[in-house]
Each structure stands twice: as C-alpha cells, then as structure tokens.
C-alpha cells in the first residue's frame, strides 16, 4: 500500500483549462433512505412524504431510476462508493469488516488535485478516515440523539474517542458540515461528504415530527400478506414484519421512538398485528426521512446565500434500498429491487438539464469515476467503476452496461448468502446459503436454489419463476452470462471449498 501515493502523485489533472474553475461537489448520503420513501420516484408512499428539497433537486437536476449496489448493506456499500471496487477486491464483505486507511480511495486522489475534502456525519468503516483534510464522523453506528462525533484531535478506532454534540443527529451533521464550509479556504474547490445517520433502525426523528402522520392510515404495498417461500416458491421466507413487531414490544419508549407498543392481548389475528407493526415502523421512517429533507434544504440554502450554489455538483442518494412492508419484509441484503436500487439525484445546471430521469444501469462502484472526472482527474486502473457523466447528459456510450453482477457475502437461514444477475428486463441469483469463511455447512432452512424473475410482466417479483417452461431458454442464457459477468468483475474463484461445491452442485 506504501506504493499507491507515489501512484496518486503520477495520476494527472485533466479536463479543465487553467482559467476555469474546477465545480465544487457536495455528496449527501443517508443511510437505507429508500426511493420508496423519496416521493420523486412514485409509489403508493408519495403522497404522504415530506421531500420539498429532494423533489427541488430532481426538479433542477437528473434522477438515476435504476442505480444499483453490489452488495446491499452499509458498510460493503460504503467501501465500494470509496473505493470504486465490489467487495471481493476492496476486502468489506460485511458489517464486521473494516476499511484500511492505507488503502485507495477516491478522496485522496481528490486532494492531490487540490480538492480541500472533508467528511461529515457517518463513516461506518472502523479505522480513521483518510484523504480528508477534516473528518468529523459518528463512532460506528452512531445515535440519534446527543451523538458524539470523533475528529482528529481526538480519534480511537472503532467504537472509541469523539465528544458528544447537544442535539438530534441529522441537524447537527448538517451545523457540522456548514461550518465546515465557512471555514474552508475559498480559493480551492472542495469535495464534501454530508452522511446522515437517518434513516437507519430504530428509525428516529426530531420532536417537530412526532405528529407527522399521526392521524394517517398509511396505504399497504400490494404485496403485503406475503407470508414466505411457500406462498412464493422462494429459497426462503426472508427477513419479516414479525420480526420487527417483537423489536418493538420490547424497546418501544427506550431503543425506539414512542411511548409504548404491543401486541399482546389485543385479539389481533397475523394480518392485524403485521399491519399494526407497519404503521409504526413506516410513520416513523417518514418522519426520520423528512428531517433529512429538511437539512439538504439547508446546505441547498447556504450554498446559495454564500454565492456558491452555481459552481456545485450536488449528489444525493442512500447506502442501499430498504423494503417498507413489500413482501411483508423490512430490512434489505436481497438482490430483490427495494433492497438493490439506490435512490439517487444529481444538480448540476451548468451542465445537466433540469427534470431529466435516466434508465441507465449505474453502480455504486460508479459514484467515484464521476467524481474524479468532474475534478478533471484520471481514475486509476484498479478502480472497477466507470464515469456516467455522459449518461446524465443524455449521450450514453454505446458500451455502456446492460446487466449487472450484485453478492451478498453474509449467510443466515433467512437471508441466505447469494449471488445474481441484472440484465434490463430479467433477473436471476442462486441462493447458494453459506458463510464465507466457514467451511463446514452452514445449517439452513432450504437447500441451495436459484430464482428467476421476469421485470416486466412480474415487476414486484411475486413468484419465482426458475422452473416455468416458457423461460427455460431464457434462464440457460442468463446462467451462462452470468458465469461471465462473475469471473469479469474478478469473482471467478470461490476461495472456500464448501461454497465451491454447492455452487457446482447447483450449476
């Protein structure tokens, strides 16, 4: 790793005259923000949402409508927005892992362009952020109320270090990040990264939302009273509503927000009792998603008090998706399209037209080739991403992806470990069902088994169609691409034997 800063300093800076002023970029990340809950992207959720700022941005700027990660969980999400590489390259697989500061990242080849960089709010990745001239970042996860945030002054890896800021945490990661930027030097651009704890479990928001939606029965996704693999023929019965229903009961008024919450004695058959707990749990993700609105409204503002608004890329998006009571789940980790997508919207009026929407298929392992070629800097070859800078501007390569390769590496009986394909129209994973680094079985609930989903004529993906006739010839096509896609993006060898040997098994 020594190696890579003499490699930065070799990495030229290109694409702007000497004259013109390279854009400033502001990133806003929130963590599991879904498009659900972003009003912009439809929904039966939009018309109850508080997104005035959002839906400014995509009024002023571009929506991505099929942006995806590779691997639907915030830490390997984090890794490979700063890395520009998929899991098996940059060494996150999971929550555990941990990212090295001596490691590539896009913010360091940003400074040695001259970028001033700063990160602001969540980090999520253990050891201390490095390529920031400043960092002020939550210890882990992190809380909502009174967080404590750790700069240089008084870092310790891990959970460690930091002082507590009065407060709720997306207000005061937002204070942060302004003070920031009064204090940076004005005669460099800057590079910021503003990342909100919210919306993330236990789904808390300020007091001024507490009766948001209070007296509102909230509409059900139609896709509410799945009950698991034998209604659906699923190679599992997922991560469900229950679930978060026996959360609830017993944290309600400490861990989560409001007073009390239960479902006992209350004669409520299953639906009732999933119902109940929905309500509570969307209500409260709506209210936690509006104080978010509420602050990129407030870096929107100082950007354009400070004269500052027309020379900024502004990006918005979320670490991953998150399912809201569709298939009766909360929660993501699943290649299915509420976990995967990634809501995401870009302003940039001097050079992307205002109200466009793209279907282009764009990865987080993307996010860093854009920023590097709006500095006018040229991205290292072992990044895997690739720039859609043109994409926004509506000339999208004639090269550019039509399918894309997604993992998720963790394995429980519910959320079986599995790896997929997504074309425009089709989808196919094997729910292969085993930790990585374990090499005896894992026990599980269901064996190995693939799923099959046609976008187009299923687009909740409803049933697994792996085994009807008419998409056999479809499927064959799919299972050989895939073998491809895998082993292109550097994930050709499975290091353990047992997975090794079910994958074979299931070919």
């Not at 479990?201 to 300020?206: S, T, V």
């Not at 687009?459 to 050989?480: G, S, T």
Request: charged share 25%; net charge positive.
């Amino acid at each position: 790793m020594k190696y890579l800063f003499l490699l930065f300093a070799l990495i030229p800076v290109s694409g702007y005259p000497q004259n013109q002023r390279r854009p400033n970029i502001l990133f806003i990340m929130s963590d599991d923000h879904t498009s659900q809950a972003w009003g912009v992207y439809g929904g039966i959720l939009q018309d109850y949402v508080k997104n005035d700022n959002i839906e400014w941005l995509a009024n002023h700027g571009v929506l991505l409508n099929n942006a995806f990660c590779t691997n639907s969980i915030c830490v390997p999400s984090r890794a490979a927005i700063l890395s520009g590489q998929y899991s098996h390259r940059n060494g996150v697989y999971d929550l555990g892992d941990a990212y090295e500061p001596d490691s590539m990242n896009f913010a360091k080849l940003l400074q040695q362009a001259g970028y001033q960089t700063a990160i602001v709010g969540k980090w999520h990745l253990k050891k201390e952020p490095t390529g920031f001239d400043y960092y002020m970042v939550l210890p882990g996860q992190g809380r909502y109320w009174n967080p404590i945030l750790k700069t240089k002054a008084n870092w310790q890896d891990d959970n460690a270090g930091g002082r507590e800021y009065p407060g709720f945490s997306t207000d005061i990661i937002t204070e942060q990040s302004i003070q920031w930027l009064k204090n940076r030097d004005p005669n460099k651009p800057f590079y910021l990264s503003t990342h909100f704890k919210a919306t993330h479990e236990p789904f808390d928001y300020p007091n001024r939302y507490k009766n948001f939606l209070e007296e509102v029965e909230l509409p059900y996704p139609p896709n509410f009273e799945d009950w698991g693999a034998a209604t659906t023929d699923r190679t599992h019965d997922g991560w469900p509503l229950e679930l978060l229903g026996k959360r609830y009961e017993k944290g309600t008024g400490s861990q989560y927000p409001g007073t009390s919450f239960s479902l006992l004695g209350l004669g409520l058959d299953s639906l009732a009792a999933r119902k109940k707990t929905y309500q509570k749990f969307v209500k409260d993700f709506l209210r936690s998603g509006a104080a978010i609105d509420d602050n990129i409204g407030k870096l929107i503002n100082y950007l354009r008090e400070s004269g500052q608004l027309d020379n900024t890329i502004i990006m918005y998006t979320a670490d991953q998706g998150y399912f809201l009571g569709e298939h009766g789940f909360f929660d993501k980790r699943f290649i299915y399209e509420q976990s995967l997508r990634m809501p995401f919207v870009i302003s940039y009026p001097k050079e992307l037209k205002a109200g466009k929407r793209v279907d282009d298929i764009i990865l987080n392992i993307d996010f860093p080739s854009l920023f590097l070629d709006y500095a006018g800097v040229k991205q290292p070859t072992n990044m895997q991403g690739r720039s859609f800078r043109k994409n926004l501007e509506g000339k999208t390569p004639k090269d550019w992806r039509k399918d894309m390769y997604y993992r998720y590496w963790f394995n429980e009986s519910n959320r079986p470990a599995h790896f997929g394909i997504r074309t425009e129209r089709y989808k196919l994973a094997l729910f292969y069902g085993q930790s990585r680094t374990k090499r005896q079985r894992d026990e599980m609930k269901y064996p190995p088994g693939w799923e099959f989903y046609d976008l187009k004529k299923d687009p909740r993906e409803d049933h697994n169609a792996i085994n009807d006739p008419k998409y056999q010839a479809i499927i064959k096509q799919l299972k050989n691409r895939l073998k491809i896609i895998k082993a292109e993006n550097g994930d050709g060898v499975e290091s353990n034997p047992t997975i090794k040997e079910l994958t074979r098994q299931s070919w």
